[in-house]
Nanobody
Framework: VQLQASGGGSVQAGDSLRLSCKAS????????MGWFRQAPGKEREFVAA????????RYADSVKGRFTISRDNAKNTVYLQMNSLKSEDTAVYYC???????????????????WGQGTQVTVSS
C-alpha cells in the first residue's frame, strides 16, 4: 500500500487548507485511515481518524470542531479539511492506513501499518 499526501502549504492564522491522501489500493473503504502530525522536536501525534466501512470519526481535542476527516471511495482518497488554522497547527502532516477487518478508529501510531511521506503545513500568526 502506498499513500501519497498532498495539499500542504504556508497560510495565515484563520485560513483553511485541505490535505489529500491518495491510496494505491483497490478499495480504501476496507482500511481504517488516520492523520497524524509532527512538529519539530516533538513526537508524532494523532489528529483525526476514520473507520473502515462505517463512517466513524475521531479527533484530537486540539482540532475538534476545526478539522474534518472524510473519504471519497471512488477516488481512493482521504481528506483532512482544516479550518481556522492556528500557529500551533504547524507541522508535517502524515496520513496512515490500517488494513483491518474490524470497524472502529485508530488513534495511535502503532496501530497503523502504512504511512505516507508527509506534507508540510505552516501557519503564520
Amino acid at each position: 500500500v502506498q499513500l501519497q499526501a498532498s495539499g500542504g502549504g504556508s497560510v495565515q492564522a484563520g485560513d483553511s487548507l485541505r490535505l489529500s491522501c491518495k491510496a494505491s489500493v483497490r478499495n480504501i473503504n476496507n482500511y481504517a485511515m488516520g492523520w497524524f502530525r509532527q512538529a519539530p522536536g516533538k513526537e508524532r501525534e494523532f489528529v483525526a481518524a476514520l473507520s473502515r466501512s462505517v463512517y466513524i470519526t475521531r479527533y484530537a481535542d486540539s482540532v475538534k470542531g476545526r478539522f474534518t476527516i472524510s473519504r471519497d471511495n471512488a477516488k481512493n482518497t482521504v481528506y483532512l479539511q482544516m479550518n481556522s488554522l492556528k500557529s500551533e497547527d504547524t507541522a508535517v502532516y502524515y496520513c496512515a492506513a490500517d488494513q483491518t477487518r474490524t470497524t472502529g478508529t485508530r488513534a495511535t501510531v502503532a496501530e497503523y501499518d502504512f504511512w505516507g511521506q508527509g506534507t508540510q503545513v505552516t501557519v503564520s500568526s
